[in-house]
C-alpha cells in the first residue's frame, strides 16, 4: 500500500524551486504562481511575473496565459493589452482553453487588437465546443443579437443551454427570459 504524502505550501514551493532552476517549465511555472499569489514563499510579483516569462519561453501554455493576465491588468508589470493579447494568441493556438475564450473576447472588443469579429467568432466557438461555459454564454448571445453570425434564436438556446448545464447563472436567467418571451 502506498501512502500519498501532503505537502506544506513551503516544501511544495521548495521543491519546485529546485526544479525550476534546472529547466523545467511545469517547475518554473509553478513557482511563478507561488510568488504571484504568496504561497509557500513571500509574494513578489517581479518574481513571479520572471519565472512566468521563462516558463512561458520554453512552452508553457499555463505561463503564457498568466503572463497574458498579468499584462491585462497591470498586475506585476506595466499593463499592455497588446502584450496581453500576444500571449493569449501563443497560449490559444497551443490548446489553452481559458486563453482561447479570452482571446475571442480580445477580438470581439477591439481589446489589445484590431476588432474582429469573425476571429472572435471562431475563438469563442473553439472554446464553446471545448466546454467553457463563459465562450457558451458569450456564443448564445451572439446568436441572440446577431453580433458577428446570422441571428438565430434555435442556435442561441443551444448554447445558453449548454453554458447553463455547466452552472452559468446568467445563461439560466436569460434562458428564462426567452421562455417567457415565448410565451
Not at 521548495?14 to 504562481?33: C, H, I
Not at 497560449?91 to 482561447?100: D, R, S, V
Not at 448564445?140 to 442561441?156: N, Q
Amino acid at each position: 500500500m502506498t501512502i500519498k504524502r501532503t505537502y506544506t505550501w513551503k516544501e511544495a514551493f521548495d521543491d519546485a524551486l529546485e526544479g525550476a532552476e534546472d529547466g523545467s517549465p511545469p517547475y518554473q511555472t509553478f513557482v511563478g504562481y507561488c510568488y504571484d499569489l504568496g504561497k509557500g514563499t513571500k509574494r513578489d510579483l517581479k518574481r513571479a511575473i520572471y519565472w512566468y516569462t521563462k516558463a512561458a519561453a520554453n512552452g508553457s501554455t499555463d505561463a503564457m496565459f498568466n503572463l497574458a493576465l498579468c499584462y491585462q491588468s497591470g498586475r506585476g508589470i506595466r499593463q499592455n493589452q497588446a502584450r496581453a493579447v500576444r500571449f493569449y494568441i501563443d497560449a490559444a493556438k497551443n490548446g489553452h482553453l481559458q486563453a482561447q475564450a479570452n482571446l475571442a473576447t480580445c477580438y470581439l472588443e477591439g481589446d489589445g487588437i484590431q476588432k474582429n469579429l469573425v476571429e472572435g467568432i471562431r475563438w469563442l466557438r473553439t472554446a464553446a465546443r471545448r466546454g467553457d461555459d463563459k465562450a457558451q454564454f458569450n456564443l448564445g448571445r451572439a446568436y441572440l443579437d446577431g453580433e458577428g453570425v446570422t441571428k438565430s434564436i434555435r442556435r442561441a438556446t443551444t448554447w445558453l443551454n449548454k453554458a447553463s448545464t455547466n452552472n452559468h447563472t446568467k445563461a439560466r436567467m436569460l434562458l428564462k427570459r426567452l421562455e417567457k418571451a415565448a410565451i
